[in-house]
């Protein structure tokens, strides 16, 4: 067994996983003087923020918009800290989406809905489809900019570590922000549907997430974000932002060790000591910070050896159920279908039936024609994204039979194209490449526990924690930040538990919290 242990005088930490957590956090600890290893199973970074080639196409798995692409919006600061930001193209669209519904129709005649990111716009829009409805419509605008009085989430780092009472005389204005959250978890999108005497826009509303119900806060919070043009989409995809951070880590000093999975967490009298990687190769430390899926880290990397009543009730799905499951077919077009609207919602007369038991009425499809960097010029790549919440199905089906597995595949994209054709004449003819992606796929790449992209599902309370704390019962010099740490996942949820978790670990090792590197 070989045994590795670094020579310098530094606290070493060794992150497991160079997804959004692990690059973020690995960044900051550089900045405040550690010395920092990222081990990561996969031969490229990102984790689930990734795209990947396929021919002369990008097929984009990830970022549709980032948080903080402008600095009027609060995750602006923290993005800022480690890229900058200022520098990076963004592409702001105008349209969020165009939502198609089946059985009513605007005064106009159209059964499209046009959602726009300026909220002015919006409204006017909105007021124009239906007078009798102005006081619904302006308590849902006045909604979406209650949030913009605020940067969300606030940093603070000039004040004690721990609530004082400064920062309590600085947190009082959050007070009203708390209670505007908690009225918006209150109200879901069929809430809301039922107010409006529209009903074209009783329609639209019941349909803006395909059926399903959805607290408005979630809806709310980017929408806030569109109209100050802070949530833009980063010209060149998913993989082009987790290279950009690679790049500023390995600036810092860091060293990512790729196609290196990790093995176990090596510990000796409830501390952390090592990280065991492929080929029995020990690398020592002095701290571990896994940003890896969160069971495996816990259930297999250190035996289940420390959880607690509330840990083992999470591992069990009983205070928290695990994410939608997400498929995504993509298609390498040979135009650039520019006349269709880059993200489109509508029904469909042939219901599309999946293997895993899932079936849909509705169909949404995404041009990505606003982004050259990912198909040749005058083509592009358009795709289709489905959830269901049988993802164990398409793991388990490309383990015991491969061959069954590339077959459904094949039958569920004939079934699509067909459906597709009816909407967009000609797109057979035009399709060049074919990507079906499945919960095996992010399974397979980054071992998040039964193939989901997202963590834990909010329930009920959209602002509710998790069980999944920084550090684990009775275990030394271990922390734990991912996309998991709070419900909902995604990118801000990353670099926000990134930079908390350095937080508490320079206080516990009593350093300074810098963001530049001393």
């Known amino acids: 067994m070989l045994h590795l242990q670094p020579l310098s005088m530094k606290k070493r930490v060794n992150i497991i996983g160079a997804g959004i957590s692990g690059l973020c956090a690995g960044c900051y600890l550089q900045m405040n003087g550690f010395e920092v290893q990222i081990f990561e199973k996969h031969s490229i970074p990102g984790g689930l923020c990734t795209s990947w080639k396929k021919g002369e196409y990008t097929v984009d798995g990830s970022i549709h918009w980032i948080l903080g692409s402008d600095d009027k919006d609060g995750f602006f600061d923290m993005w800022n800290e480690i890229l900058d930001v200022k520098k990076i193209p963004f592409y702001n669209h105008e349209i969020r989406l165009t939502l198609e519904v089946k059985q009513h129709a605007d005064k106009y005649g159209s059964k499209t809905f046009i959602l726009y990111t300026n909220l002015d716009k919006l409204q006017a829009y909105m007021l124009d489809l239906s007078p009798a409805d102005e006081q619904v419509i302006c308590r849902f605008i006045k909604d979406i900019r209650d949030l913009q009085q605020f940067r969300v989430p606030p940093i603070m780092d000039k004040l004690p570590f721990f609530q004082s009472l400064w920062r309590g005389i600085k947190m009082m204005r959050y007070l009203k922000f708390l209670f505007i959250i908690m009225r918006q978890t209150r109200i879901s999108n069929f809430q809301l549907a039922k107010k409006f005497k529209s009903p074209f826009l009783r329609e639209v509303f019941e349909n803006m997430f395909d059926n399903d119900e959805v607290k408005m806060l979630v809806f709310n919070f980017p929408m806030a974000s569109f109209d100050q043009k802070s949530a833009g989409y980063p010209i060149g995809g998913s993989l082009k932002w987790a290279e950009r951070i690679t790049e500023k880590f390995e600036s810092l000093g860091g060293i990512i060790h790729y196609n290196t999975p990790v093995k176990r967490i090596i510990t000796e009298n409830n501390v952390v000591k090592a990280l065991e990687v492929r080929n029995n190769v020990i690398h020592d430390c002095d701290i571990v910070l896994s940003s890896a899926d969160w069971y495996r880290t816990v259930f297999e ?212 919290f810098h963001t530049k590197q001393h």
């Open 301 to 512: 990397f250190l035996d289940g050896k420390y959880v607690d009543e509330k840990i083992i009730a999470l591992k069990e799905k009983k205070s928290f159920e695990v994410y939608f499951f997400f498929f995504l077919v993509t298609f390498g077009l040979k135009r650039d279908y520019k006349e269709y609207p880059h993200f489109n919602r509508f029904p469909i007369e042939k219901e599309l039936h999946s293997p895993c038991g899932k079936t849909w009425d509705r169909l949404e499809t995404h041009f990505y024609h606003y982004d050259p960097t990912l198909a040749p010029a005058g083509k592009t790549v358009m795709a289709c994204s489905f959830y269901t919440k049988n993802g164990q199905y398409w793991i388990d089906l490309r383990k015991n039979d491969r061959k069954k597995y590339r077959e459904v595949k094949n039958q569920f994209i004939s079934e699509l194209t067909e459906i597709l054709e009816l909407k967009y004449p000609g797109i057979k003819d035009d399709i060049e490449m074919v990507d079906f992606a499945t919960p095996a796929t992010v399974f397979r790449y980054t071992n998040n526990w039964q193939g989901s992209a997202q963590g834990w599902l909010p329930g009920d309370n959209v602002i509710a924690s998790t069980p999944v704390k920084f550090k684990l019962p009775g275990l030394q010099n271990f922390y734990y930040a991912s996309h998991w740490s709070r419900p909902g996942g995604g990118i801000p949820v990353a670099i926000n538990m990134a930079r908390d978790v350095t937080k508490v670990i320079c206080n516990d090792h009593k350093m300074p």
